[in-house]
């Protein structure tokens, strides 16, 4: 058992010790009394700046961020100059203050801060970098327990840890089910009349091929996927858009027989959630009936999300998701770098930083997407394939889990994304 000591209580340093400790710890306790602390003989950590005993691992405080309900701007100070880089520098055991930068960066405690959204309305990676540099580059708050835990056991090496081992996850949106068909009379006939317009003759024989039945819609390209994932046991989740149709979101009507059909049968081999789209962060209606035609297609309860763009706002998105009884979502990544927006490989409970209160939401982070490496990074498959290999290291040396995001229509060997299964399928066999 692991004594902590904090002279006060606050619902924010329970909830990060847990993070740092529940995972790998056998057991630990906060207190709040100085004398039953210095008389115990066991591992002990003291989290104070006057208080200090022989006996015990010291961290010194550095920030007042256990608001317990008010809300701060904090001056964050990087350090790079070590192997590790850390915020909240400080002097004790350690040479940062690892419960405050944790939550700092776990809580996306600058995300509630001032900033510049993007088009589409969200904060972007270059936004993290402005606050705290390239933290998110490496999966920090897991980087940061490791090297507590490991100290800890330099002090007390009858520490026992559990054992965590690599994971990884394929995950897949489904931002427009079918390329050309069952998209009804009007989209179709504006499909034909662009093609027409630009004298795209190509693309309009692969669409009349597609209509009449002489051969496959490209982006069903779920037979594939599966085949993939099976070979190597992955574990594999698609998540459908649903949404009625607006500029940003553009899949077929969620009244399309074959949309069903297709759902209902990837819904019996793999997990299946609702990818809410961009409409639903201004109704909570319009999520809860996204979900319910989920639900309505399996025939079963829908508990697993990922926002559509990974349009997330903080507190507004997660609360919405938790009232719409949603346990677990997947967006927790920026659209335009990779990396680890909350600063860990490893699934959290969400901590409302304005209700000052932990969740039963589960956030999922996500490392890489797609999209990121091909429009944003403007990397060929190549260098993508390298770049993906490297993310991946990150995430072995710390135990984590490797979630990935992927679209259908990306792994249809077309356009923009010719090549790209070769990096799909390099990915999935670091699994």
């Known amino acids: 058992m ?7 209580h606050s619902n924010a ?19 709040h009394d100085w004398d039953s602390f210095v008389t115990y003989a066991g591992p002990k950590i ?18 007042d961020i256990w608001h317990n309900g008010e809300f701060k701007r904090h001056a964050v100070q990087l350090d790079e100059s070590g192997c590790i880089p850390f915020i909240f520098p400080t002097k004790g055991d ?52 490791n090297e507590l835990i490991a100290e800890l056991q330099k002090k007390w090496p009858q520490i026992q840890l559990k054992k965590r081992s690599f994971e990884m996850i394929a995950t897949i949106d489904v931002d427009s ?5 069952h998209k009804g009379f009007g989209r179709t006939l504006g499909g034909i009349g662009r093609d027409f317009s630009r004298f795209d003759w190509k693309n309009m024989l692969n669409r009349l091929c597609c209509l009449f039945g002489k051969c ?7 037979n594939y996927i599966a085949s993939h994932v ?11 858009l ?7 979101d553009i899949n077929v009507t969620h009244k399309s027989k074959q949309l069903r059909q297709t759902i209902l049968d990837l819904s019996k081999k793999f997990e299946i959630g609702i990818h809410p789209g961009i409409s639903s962060h201004s109704k909570f209606e319009t999520l809860i009936n996204e979900k319910n035609r989920l639900e309505e297609i399996t025939g079963q309860k829908c508990t697993q999300s990922r926002q559509h763009y990974l349009k997330v706002n903080l507190p507004q998105t997660y609360r919405r998701l938790i009232d719409a009884d949603i346990h677990d979502d997947y967006s927790m990544g920026y659209a335009d770098d990779s990396g680890f927006r909350a600063g860990t490989c490893r699934p959290f409970k969400w901590f409302d930083l304005l209700n000052n209160s932990v969740t039963n939401l589960t956030v999922h982070s996500v490392m890489v997407m797609d999209a990121t490496l091909n429009s944003y990074l403007k990397l060929s498959p190549a260098d993508a394939i390298e770049y993906c290999n490297e993310l991946i290291r990150e995430v072995k040396n710390v135990n984590g889990i490797f979630i990935s995001i992927w679209h259908n229509d990306t792994l249809a060997e077309r356009g923009i994304w010719k090549g790209w299964r070769a990096v799909w399928e390099n990915l999935i066999r670091n699994h």
Not at 2 to 8: E, N, W, Y
Not at 242 to 248: E, G, I, N, W
């Open 216 to 222: 496959d819609d490209p982006f069903k390209t779920y």
């Open 94 to 145: 350690l040479k940062f203050d690892v419960f405050a930068a944790s939550f700092y960066v776990i809580s996306r405690y600058e995300e509630y801060l001032p900033h510049d959204a993007d088009h589409v309305g969200r904060f972007s990676a270059k936004n993290s970098t402005e606050t705290c540099g390239n933290l998110y580059k490496k999966p920090v708050v897991d980087i940061w327990r």
């Open 13 to 31: 340093f329970s909830y990060i010790t847990s993070v740092l400790m529940e995972d790998v710890i056998d057991g630990f306790q906060i207190v």
């Open 46 to 63: 003291c989290y104070d700046s006057q208080k200090k005993t022989d006996g015990s691992f010291r961290i010194v405080p550095s920030a």
């Open 242 to 248: 649903l949404a009625d149709f607006t500029k940003y």
């Open 177 to 181: 089910a079918f390329a050309y068909c």
């Open 2 to 8: 692991i004594l902590i000591f904090i002279d006060k």
């Open 230 to 240: 099976k070979s190597v046991d992955l574990k594999l989740i698609f998540f459908f």
